[in-house]
């Protein structure tokens, strides 16, 4: 007798098991395609790690679905980066792709992302055509366009009554596109840029460039750098002497997540970004304090865009109860979201873009140290994006 009840209930159990589980719904496959090596590894690592954080502060699940994660190198490599988003969409099948840093990469990305109809969400790179003429429902970004951090310190610097400056920058769409959203607003506040200096992405070797600064003796230098090419860059202007005699500027980037090794070459700089790290607000805090502990590093403007792109993408989520097939309502609902970011809140342009504040800040030891509101609620002017 007692043998029979043990089998029943264990029968019943393993059914009650079975049904269970038959109900649960699949994890949602989520792809990261971020660099984990050469110059902007950290920020991948830093953007993943934002991601995760979210996630996990909602209990390892978005929308009541479990997140199942695959990962690419991209190696911030434009010529591998159709073969290294394949490897997620055809080989991984994953539901949504994050990523990337790297402009170049980005673009190869959204392409892919729109022949398959894939959902992508772009957590750093700012390439203009990502929300101009590629833009499109499945397209969202959590973080910038390149135009918005080069056209708010173009502002900045005209009002600072700068006449004539010279841009340095890699040649590759992030760079050049900064720099044009910098002279946009420079020229129109009344300054002209007498010089645009490039070298190819990624190199390190400053010098000439810095020599043909020394003699062309602007009134201010504007640049965009980032990662390990940034650490570099602001030591070699310092070690040249220029930060005596040239004031340095740049989109944040140029000492976001770079402080430390960067040392004293970087402090004093002005750039202007939509993050800064002393932003007193009570969600700017928890989220540091939270990252602080997981991580035992700072968080930097690149964490800050992982948690928000999870944060976009439980938004969709929550709005469809995680029932991924429902595609329109979800992205409706990603485009309608007010982001609740450790940057202050913000809101998602039609083309998909961030429309949010953008901060002058200052290098403080290791910190970037808001100083006023550079220019409020910049939306991207998302030209060629036609919904
Ligand atoms: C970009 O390629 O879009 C990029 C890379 C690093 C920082 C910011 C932008």
């Not at 950290?42 to 695959?70: A, D, M, P, T, W």
Request: glycine residues 10%.
């Amino acid at each position: 007798m007692k043998t029979l009840f043990n089998f029943t209930t264990a029968a019943a159990a393993l059914l009650f098991a079975s049904a269970a589980h038959s109900q649960a719904p699949a994890p949602l496959k989520v792809g990261f395609m971020l660099p984990a090596t050469g110059t902007f590894a950290s920020l991948g690592n830093n953007i993943e790690s934002g991601f995760k954080l979210f996630v996990q502060e909602q209990g390892g699940k978005l929308g009541g679905r479990e997140i199942q994660y695959f990962k690419v190198d991209d190696e911030s490599d434009p010529s591998k980066a159709t073969d290294n988003v394949n490897k997620l969409i055809k080989r991984d099948q994953v539901d949504v792709l994050v990523g990337t840093v790297h402009s170049g990469v980005a673009l190869a990305m959204a392409k892919a992302a729109k022949e398959s109809n894939t959902l992508l969400i772009v957590p750093n790179a700012g390439a203009d055509a990502i929300t101009g003429p590629m833009c499109g429902p499945n397209i969202v970004r959590s973080s910038f366009s390149n135009w918005q951090p080069g056209y708010s310190t173009g502002v900045v610097m005209a009002q600072k009554g700068y006449k004539r400056a010279m841009t340095i920058t890699w040649n590759y769409a992030a760079g050049n596109e900064t720099v044009k959203g910098f002279a946009e607003a420079f020229e129109k506040g009344g300054g002209k840029v007498m010089k645009d200096l490039t070298l190819p992405f990624p190199n390190v070797e400053f010098q000439a460039l810095l020599t043909e600064i020394a003699a062309q003796k602007p009134d201010a230098v504007f640049a965009f750098f980032a990662g390990g090419g940034a650490v570099k860059f602001v030591k070699d202007y310092a070690a040249a002497g220029l930060n005596k005699s040239i004031p340095l500027y740049g989109s944040g980037f140029l000492t976001d997540g770079t402080l430390e090794a960067q040392g004293s070459a970087a402090q004093g700089i002005f750039t202007t970004l939509h993050y800064a790290d002393n932003l007193d607000t009570p969600r700017n805090n928890a989220f540091r304090k939270s990252y602080a502990l997981t991580y035992k590093a700072n968080a930097d403007v690149y964490a800050v865009q992982g948690y928000d792109a999870a944060q976009i993408l439980a938004a969709g989520l929550n709005a469809v109860k995680g029932d991924f097939s429902k595609r329109d309502a979800m992205t409706t609902a990603m485009r309608k979201v007010v982001v609740d970011s450790p940057r202050g809140k913000f809101t998602i342009s039609p083309a998909g873009n961030p429309v949010q504040d953008m901060f002058l800040r200052q290098a403080t030891g290791n910190y970037n140290e808001f100083r006023s509101v550079a220019v409020k609620a910049l939306a991207d002017p998302a030209r060629g994006c036609k919904l």
